[in-house]
């Protein structure tokens, strides 16, 4: 049963070494906009690993990739596929402030998990997209 829920950096995910039984949820820019920094690099053994590509934007803007409602409803088709033996999941991004933040507080609230750290910079387009596409409190 999922207990935890942490955000953080980029910098931070690539130190950890992975945790038995927790998924990582990976968001950074798109890989082919190089005024981004590059993807997660991952230390092999995480039990499941998302992959979000998308810019920290606030609001739809020509020539920038921002969270949609497909976006959404893959992450949450790989909340669902998680088995009931998963007891935490790390959220990071680049600087582990807002993107990661939106998605933690989402996750946080869907399954009523508290949060340790301040999620006040969260992403909130990521985070109504996610609350319009299932809503909270469905766990």
Same mark, same amino acid.
């Given at each position: 049963m999922l207990e935890y829920i942490y955000f953080c950096s980029r910098r931070e995910i690539q130190q950890m070494e992975p945790l038995k039984n927790w998924a990582v949820i990976s968001m950074s820019g798109p890989v082919w906009d190089k005024t981004v920094a590059d993807p997660a690099k991952l230390k092999e053994g995480w039990d499941a690993i998302h992959r979000v590509e998308v810019h920290d934007i606030i609001k739809a803007e020509e020539g920038y990739i921002h969270f949609t409602k497909e976006h %959404?409803?893959?992450?949450?088709? *790989?909340? !669902?596929?998680? !088995?009931?033996? *998963? =007891?935490? &999941? &790390?959220?990071?991004? &680049? %600087?582990?402030? @807002?993107? @990661?933040?939106? =998605? %933690?507080r989402y996750i946080s609230e869907l399954y009523k998990i508290k949060l340790d750290k301040d999620d006040s910079m969260a992403n909130i387009l990521i985070y109504n997209t996610l609350k319009q596409v299932r809503g909270i409190g469905i766990c």
């Open positions: %959404a409803k893959q992450l949450l088709e *790989f909340l !669902d596929g998680l !088995d009931c033996h *998963f =007891v935490g &999941i &790390i959220v990071n991004c &680049i %600087a582990g402030v @807002s993107r @990661s933040a939106a =998605v %933690a």
